[in-house]
């Protein structure tokens, strides 16, 4: 309160404090046992938030294009169909190569021709050094890197990998060979990640 002093000049007001002066009557500092119960208690189960509703999304959104068969086996990089990167709509590769993005359709014996800023780009945003694709689900071929799979390393090692055997036992028959001559890139799925490795599904169109 501030009391009312006299002055010349007519009614002025005085801040004066009226704070105890003894220590008995300084107010004292409550601990957490002396606060008013409320309403609700840390103990009390939280309110559901219904489907629909701001603030409200499923642990993890369906899957896509054959994404659901993701497994994880690192620490704390963030999950292929994580909710926050799929709201960020990122994909798992390169939008030239990921199958949920509408990929580049090519010959995957010969390549596609790329400039030179898309040749130094990454090929998967995930932080590993190999990628294994299982093509058309009959062979694999290694992509690897000292870091990130760039999209050079991709096309470069996709097309060298294609012209190794695919028995070692019959040198003469190379794995791009059991595809025809006339197969087009259809884009990646990743299968899972598992210690710096990225298994990957490559799908493959034939032509006649």
């Known amino acids: ?19 105890p002066s003894t220590p008995s009557q300084a107010p004292r500092s409550l601990s957490s046992g002396d606060f ?30 054959g994404s659901s068969n ?10 292929p169909n994580s909710p926050d990167k799929i709201a960020r709509r990122q994909t ?7 199958a ?17 800023q898309c040749l130094l780009m990454p090929a998967i945003n995930h932080s590993v050094n190999r990628m294994v694709l299982s093509v058309d689900g009959r062979f ?3 992509i690897v890197s000292r870091g990130v799979p760039t999209m050079g390393e991709f096309m470069g090692q996709l ?8 028995d070692p036992r019959n040198p003469a028959i190379s ?21 710096g490795v990225a298994f990957c599904d490559l799908q493959v169109r034939t032509g006649p």
């Open 1 to 19: 309160m501030y009391p009312r002093t006299p002055s010349s000049g007519g009614s002025q007001w005085s801040g004066a404090s009226e704070a």
């Open 36 to 65: 008013p119960s409320t309403a609700r208690t840390p103990n009390a189960p939280l309110t559901p938030i219904s489907s629909g509703s701001p603030g409200h999304f499923a642990p993890y959104a369906p899957s896509q294009a």
């Open 70 to 79: 993701h497994t994880i086996a690192y620490g704390l990089m963030t999950p």
């Open 92 to 98: 798992d590769f390169h939008p030239m190569l990921d």
């Open 100 to 116: 949920r993005a509408r990929p580049v359709s090519f010959n995957i014996r010969h390549g596609v021709a790329l400039n030179a």
């Open 140 to 142: 694999t071929v290694d």
């Open 159 to 166: 097309i060298h990998g294609l012209t190794f055997p695919a």
């Open 175 to 195: 794995k791009g060979s059991l595809l025809g001559q006339k197969v087009t890139f259809a884009g990646l799925n990743l299968r899972s990640l598992e210690c």
